[in-house]
């Protein structure tokens, strides 16, 4: 018997009472799977903590499930939908396009443009062989007929692309001409290559075009008997401005068309022009034909817009200032933004479910490893209650959504000291490309990966799931122990998310007197940063518990939540960096990178901002002597002696992997008190790069004294308040002795203070306040 | 050297912030100076660089190429490859096979024979390549038999006699014209390809090519015993031919080595249709010992091996019909045991499983037998030291020369470079010339020169400190030791595997291929992660101290 194996997602992140929420299974080694529903209270299995914690909730959910193997569609293309059958071309043709390849010889056949089915060997298409040449292919059922052209393409350059077929001769002609210029390709003018190639040869036979083959855009139709219809041979690269004749189009109409001149109509039966539908706020997923039919081409699992084309001068920089240089659309072999799958069980949120973190717990066979899996969503309040709300940062979790840092980054040893320890779920994830990749990973073409979605299994957003190349754990698992730690006070609290919050903006936390955040909140849109601003602005109170927040700038779409964008480029620790004049979300249109880059550093709301990490050594914080400042001493009651928090699941500290720092310079407000500073951090924490103008000697943890966490805290307008740890390993110190440690006494003290109505104490600093203290 | 030895001493840089657990000091080696110069190479540096053979034809660039055809098929005229050269950039094509330009030059020597033939050798000469004509034609199909669909048949030379005999016979007793006789040939071909084929399905190799050798000598006894087959004549003979009497001696040995060459470009044409289109490539799916494979890919070759078996039996009759117009009959010496013998030195000469080779291995042997007839049995002699020659010293006959060349000379040079290779791995100019990426070059020296250093780093002492804390802060020398270790590229880079959280951990080795999971690397099971940081440690300073 195959291995059993279980994997899930849900279609939503995040529920009330009253919502449906849809679960997608797939299994493989059987087809059923026991299903029970859990609370999640803490998910670091770290033996110096309390282990792992689930309740179970009984529900009519629970049970025995019929569970099946399901199929993924990977890459991404683009459809034109055609039910006249304008495109099935069985007099003479033109194909054409602009294409810039990124891997054209990586020994996979790709098809660029056409309506072909691989099983059958039906239809025609333009494309690049296994070895890199261009090549156009046409097949009657039973036999194809090739036409290649005669230099191979090279990678990252802008080309012209053409082929036509004469009916009358069953003449083909072949065109592949160099378009690039001194800005948009990898090459400039003073390497000696010759990219042209012109082939004409007399197939044999035309093209037979059954009547369901779909035209597609960067693939081609292909069928498994257990899947059915898919799409394969997928391209990676950009393809911008493709058109389709069904006349053959002299040497001088495509020479004319290579060097920038608008298609005529004479003959045109589509041309996408895929610079059409850019607006201020960005572009969809609609590729738009200016052609007679109107056959708009829709892309799937999102081919990237906004990007440059192959007439991009170098000058402008965004789409909005020059959307005619921004043709290209951006195609990946191993894109998977959404499974697809079939639903597997509908349930609709019970009224009585309390608020809190749930997993789905889906167990066959052996019940451990692969054979067990937690689709985990968030419950919220229908009517918020509570006076404590946990802000579950999901769209960092999606961020780092099945990261493939161990397997694929060089650096990643480098950077995080350590071997990494990998799981078996790791290596299942490694070997399918159905389970997608993270904003921190590159596309086999070595493009960075600009998206990622929760519909599709998030095997890292488990509870006992842990970072394999820092052995600790991270985000979603490492947030529990903030949950943990709420729920072992006893704590009445409710949770929501990133997604609630960019939906509902301040409105959404506007009920609580005091927020927590997860311990890495690092990935922001911008009304999710207005909206906690605006929060605390308006006196609500803001506790940071975590590192390294409010760094990236991230956009959704409002009808696709699951799904986000985030574009890493000039400064900050990036894993990848955007090509030149792609900086702009396509989602948006506003300027990607670091929030800290667009005038908005953390700093600003927080006090804190990222300034160092490390992740082989976590240190302690001692107070500092504003912590015995009569406005903030209240925070360090019952706290014996100066070190805090020289304990922890992530490596034996509460400060540590990813540093915050105190900077009025980046807009920390001035009144901002350091209540405790960690310190003796090791030399594999380095000073951020945003930091760096000139780099020097000495920027490591032991020779540079900006590398610290601050813990800060400062009021607010409106008796509003942000008290920061400015460390994610803090989180991790919670749990520790049972939740009874220094740590936790802090964070208690700051929570149950400001979880209190009216004014903080020492807040206004004026001696009437000596009565209430 | 002993006192200052025990007296250095790394003090950790973070002691007073964490009393508690840190190392503070650990015992250390003395410092020593990173930055070396490089060494010179210990090997003599030649000029390299090796200009090419062939010749490179320049890609059309903006002009149009218009390429042909072999109609009706897809073949081009030529197989060329375009590409650019990694040395200059130079669009640049290359024929990747030039056999059709040799086949062409072939034939049109042996068009132009005839002007170079003086009269005194005309005779010998015609006779020869007439027969050379002949056997070449059966020897191709002998190639498909044995070539392409693997079945050991000496049989060959009786299906051609039977044929010749057959249809001789026909036109002895019924006076079929000369035109006739192929065709009727390639009905005895078939039903005698049948009886062969009956079984080759059950009987392999060895076994199966004595049992075709017997029917050979069977034949032969018929037929030498037979009234009917002219056994008082030694032969069958006053079969009608295709070459009329009228014709002057010479004309008749002209249209005589004409028709020869006609019917080897038919079995070429056969051979090329066979072993070239789907029914080759299937065979070549299930070579000899192989054939469970390609069964469980859904090959079926036995069909495949019946079919390419009886198609070249009918031609091979059909050929029978030739040498029975081209003799006016048909000798006994057919079936004889030396012509087989002669037969199978022609394949293995040439070279199996290849056109060329059938006919160049017949081209040798015929003009040896029949070109040089004055040296009498001393050239069955020669022929067989060529025999032997070929098989002790090729591996694929005469025609495997170049790739056998080509693997001895490449196996010299990694012989030679293996023998002055740089100890450590820095590229020598021959190898460094043919890395695309030349910043591996430099990466390479880089290398070498950091781990000759790094070598001298570990001791005992480091060792220890690594076990006792193998996260954190650590001695200079430890520390160098690591970075280098963390920055190795990802192929066979080591990491651990989880087994069971907090209590059983593994060490394993990265792909460093997308998709391939890392490999098993030892069964140790290890009972904390920091027992296995210090396994990979220590397994990456036992590869360091080997490397």
């Not at chain 1, 820092?470 to 006893?490: C, H, N, R, V, Y």
């Not at chain 1, 997860?518 to 906690?532: A, F, I, W």
């Not at chain 2, 494979?293 to 009886?310: H, K, N, P, T």
Request: net charge neutral.
């Amino acid at each position: 018997m195959a291995q059993i194996k279980l994997f899930g997602y849900t279609d939503k992140i995040t529920v009330k009472a009253g919502d449906e929420l849809v679960f997608h299974v797939s299994a493989d080694g059987t087809d059923t799977a026991e299903a029970q529903l859990v609370r999640l209270i803490h998910g670091d299995q770290h033996p110096d903590g309390p282990g792992f914690i689930e309740k179970e909730i009984a529900c009519e959910v629970n049970g025995p499930w019929q569970v099946a193997k399901q199929f993924t569609q990977v890459g991404s293309f683009l459809t034109a939908e055609d039910p006249q059958g304008a495109l099935r071309l069985d007099g003479s043709f033109t194909l054409f396009a602009f294409i810039h390849p990124t891997v054209p010889a990586w020994g996979t056949r790709q098809a660029l443009l056409g309506r072909w089915d691989i099983q059958r060997n039906e239809g025609y298409c333009l494309g690049i062989t296994q070895a890199g040449f261009l090549e156009f292919w046409q097949g009657d059922g039973k036999d194809i007929d090739y036409l290649k052209a005669e230099l191979p393409l090279v990678a990252n350059q802008w080309y012209f692309v053409a082929v036509s077929f004469d009916a009358r001769n069953s003449q083909a002609t072949l065109r592949q001409v160099g378009v690039g210029n001194r800005y948009n390709s990898r090459l400039g003018k003073v390497a000696p290559v010759e990219y042209d190639s012109h082939v004409r040869e007399t197939l044999r036979f035309r093209a037979r075009n059954q009547d369901d083959t779909p035209f597609l855009i960067a693939g081609a139709r292909d069928w498994h008997e257990l899947r059915g219809h898919f799409v394969g041979q997928t391209y990676c690269g950009k393809i911008d401005r493709p058109g389709v004749y069904q006349r053959v189009l002299s040497r001088d109409e495509l020479d004319a068309i290579a060097t920038g001149a608008v298609p005529t109509d004479d003959g045109r039966v589509c041309y996408w022009d895929t610079t059409l539908g850019y607006t201020e706020h960005g572009i969809g997923d609609t590729v738009i034909d200016i052609g007679p039919h109107g056959l708009h081409a829709q892309g799937y699992n999102r081919p990237n817009r906004a990007q440059t084309g192959w007439n991009w001068q170098g000058r402008n920089d965004c789409f909005r200032l020059a959307p005619h240089e921004y043709g290209g659309v951006d195609f990946h072999a191993d894109a998977v933004l959404d499974c697809h799958w079939q639903e597997t069980r509908r349930w609709r949120i019970p009224a009585d479910l309390k608020s809190g973190v749930y997993a789905l717990r889906l167990r066959a066979g052996p019940g451990i490893g692969l054979a067990e899996e937690y689709i985990v969503f968030f419950v919220r309040a229908a009517t918020p209650r509570a006076r404590i709300a946990m802000l579950m940062p999901t769209a960092s979790y999606l961020a780092y959504a099945n990261e493939h840092l161990s397997f694929d980054a060089q650096i990643v040893q480098a950077m995080t000291g350590q071997p990494p320890i990998l799981a078996a779920v790791e290596m299942e994830m490694y070997k399918n490309k159905e389970f997608g990749l993270s904003t921190y990973d590159k596309y086999l073409d070595g493009q960075g990966v600009n998206l990622s979605s929760y519909r599709r299994p998030v095997l890292n957003m488990r509870p006992k799931a842990r970072m394999s190349s820092m052995g600790i754990t991270w985000q979603f698992p490492a947030d529990l122990s903030i949950i943990g730690w709420l729920e072992a006070k006893g704590y009445d609290y409710e949770v929501l998310t990133d997604e609630d919050l960019h939906r509902d903006g301040a409105a959404a936390l506007a009920p609580y007197k005091v927020v927590l955040t997860g311990t890495h909140p690092e990935y922001h849109s911008e009304r999710m940063l207005d909206g906690l601003e605006d929060y605390v602005a308006d006196g609500g109170r803001l506790i940071y518990t975590g590192g390294n927040g409010f760094y990236w700038v991230v956009a959704f779409r409002d009808d696709e939540p699951w799904c986000m964008e985030v574009r890493k480029l000039d400064s900050g620790m990036c894993a990848w960096r955007a090509r030149p004049g792609e900086h702009y979300l396509a989602t948006t249109g506003e300027k990607g990178g670091l929030w800290r880059m667009r005038g908005r550093p953390p700093q600003k709301l927080t006090g804190v901002g990222f300034i160092s990490e490390g992740f082989e050594h976590c240190a302690p914080y001692r107070r500092m002597p504003d912590s015995y400042h009569r406005r903030a001493d209240w925070i360090m009651r019952g706290v014996e002696g100066e070190v805090l928090g020289d304990f922890g699941l992530a490596h034996r500290g509460a400060a540590g992997i990813e540093l915050d720092r105190y900077d009025l310079a980046l807009g920390t407000p001035p009144h901002a008190l350091i209540v405790a500073s960690s310190g003796g951090h090791t030399d594999n924490y380095i000073l951020v790069t945003e930091e760096l103008l000139y780099a020097y000697q000495g920027l490591t943890g032991t020779q540079d004294h900006r590398i610290r966490a601050d813990m800060v805290y400062f009021t607010a307008p409106n008796d509003g308040a942000v008290f920061a740890t400015g460390s994610i390993a803090f989180g991790q110190a919670l749990p520790v002795n049972n939740f009874d440690n220094n740590v936790s006494t802090v964070l208690a003290n700051v929570v149950e203070t400001f979880a209190k109505d009216g004014p903080l104490p020492g807040a206004a600093w004026i001696s009437r306040e000596k009565q209430f203290r | 050297m002993e006192n200052e030895q025990a007296s250095a001493r790394w003090r950790n840089p973070l002691k007073g912030w964490q009393p508690a657990r840190e190392v503070d000091e650990v015992p250390t080696d003395p410092w020593r100076n990173p930055v070396h110069a490089p060494g010179r190479y210990t090997v003599k540096l030649f000029a390299i660089g090796r200009l090419r053979f062939f010749h490179k034809f320049r890609a059309h660039g903006k002009r149009l190429w218009h390429r042909t055809r072999y109609w009706p098929t897809r073949r081009r005229v030529l197989d060329v490859r375009g590409g650019y050269n990694p040395k200059t950039l130079a669009a640049e094509k290359t024929i990747r096979d030039k056999r059709p330009l040799y086949w062409l030059t072939a034939f049109a020597c042996l068009l132009a024979l005839p002007l170079a033939v003086p009269d005194s050798a005309a005779n010998t000469l015609y006779t020869a390549a007439a027969i050379f004509g002949i056997y070449g034609a059966i020897n191709l199909c002998w190639m498909l038999i044995i070539g392409t669909a693997g079945v050991s048949s000496l049989a060959t030379y009786s299906v051609v006699g039977a044929a010749a005999y057959g249809s001789a016979y026909c036109s002895i007793h019924f006076g079929m014209p000369w035109w006739a006789l192929p065709f009727i040939g390639v009905p005895i071909g078939l039903v005698f390809g049948l009886i062969i084929a009956l079984p080759a399905t059950r009987l392999d190799g060895f076994y199966y090519a004595l049992l075709t050798l017997g029917l050979n000598e069977l034949c032969r006894t018929y037929v030498l015993q037979s009234k009917v087959f002219g056994s008082a004549t030694g032969g069958l003979y006053g079969a009608q031919s295709y070459i009329p009497d009228s014709l002057s001696a010479d004309g008749q040995l002209l249209l005589g080595y004409y028709a020869s060459l006609v019917l080897l470009v038919m079995a070429l044409a056969l051979y090329r249709t066979i072993n070239g289109r789907r029914l080759g490539r299937i065979l070549r799916m299930a070579p000899e010992q192989k054939e469970a494979f390609a069964e469980a890919c859904g090959i079926d070759y036995r069909r495949a091996r019946i079919q390419v078996f009886l198609l070249s039996s009918m031609a091979l009759g059909f050929i029978g019909g030739f040498y029975a117009a081209h003799f006016r009959g048909a000798s006994p010496s057919l079936f004889s045991i030396d012509t087989v013998a002669l037969g199978l030195a022609m394949l293995m000469i040439g070279g199996m499983q290849r056109a060329e080779g059938a006919v160049l291995g017949t081209f040798i042997v015929v003009g040896l037998h029949h070109g040089l007839v004055g040296l009498g049995p001393l050239r069955l002699i020669l022929i067989g030291v060529i025999m032997l020659a070929v098989v002790l010293f090729l591996r694929g006959g005469l025609f495997g020369i170049k790739p056998q060349f080509r693997a001895w000379r490449d196996k010299k040079k990694s012989e030679n470079r293996s023998t002055r290779s740089v100890k450590g791995g820095e590229m020598l100019p021959e190898e460094a010339t043919e890395t695309f990426d030349k910043d591996e070059i430099y990466r390479r020296r880089f290398d070498k020169q950091q781990r000759d250093f790094l070598k001298t780093l570990v001791t005992a002492q480091v060792i220890e400190e690594h076990r006792r804390q193998p996260l954190g802060q650590h001695s200079e020398a430890l520390e160098r030791l690591l970075m280098y270790f963390r920055r190795h590229p990802q192929q066979d880079k080591y990491a651990i595997e989880v087994l069971e959280p907090f209590k059983a951990y593994r060490i394993v080795a990265l792909s460093g291929h997308r998709g391939v999971a890392p490999h098993d690397v030892e069964e140790k099971i290890y009972a904390s992660t920091d027992d296995a940081y210090h396994g990979v440690f220590m397994r990456r300073v036992q590869d360091l101290l080997e490397s």
